[in-house]
């Protein structure tokens, strides 16, 4: 089955997504993020470090917890707890999940090949990863969650489109 994915183009569309796979029982580990450096920065700090709802529950509250303060959200709250984000300066953008576990390992110079790999690999076609990179670009959120079936797969459809996602895939 490929993976779902949705570009959200303000903080609260791709919140929402997040939460949609986290309380479908999908864990921080499955849930992929992409995004600028730049939108990290202006909806979660320059140095907030990304984290879930999940990983804030596996932190107990803990010094993320307190360093982020009380509204963190979804996705601001994943990447410390789960240990899976890579920041690609030379790209802008922050990863999380299991696409930035996959490319981890890929040294700098296949880090790029990676993740355009893995997106096509998903079953991106090429117009729609023209879309995410330019939605990227302008501020946006790329979620994806590979579902363990294929209700989950049109759910994720559905709530997402309901909730402003763009270009939704699978």
Known sequence: MSIVTGLFTDKESAEQAYRSASQSGYSSNEINVIMSEETKERY???HATLETEVG???AEGGA??????GTVGAIAAAVAAVGTVIALPGLGLVVAGPLAA???GAGAGGVTAGIVGALIGWGIP???LEEYKSGLEEGGIVIGVKPRSDDD??????EWAANRGQG???
């Not at 993320?64 to 303060?69: E, H, P, R, V």
């Not at 797969?153 to 559905?158: I, N, Q, S, V």
């Open 153 to 158: 797969a049109r759910r994720f459809e559905t």
């Open 56 to 58: 804030n529950k596996a």
């Open 102 to 104: 996959a490319v981890a």
């Open 64 to 69: 993320i917890g307190a360093a982020l303060g």
């Open 126 to 128: 090429e117009d729609r």
């Open 168 to 170: 939704i895939n699978f």
């Open 44 to 46: 979660y700090g320059k």
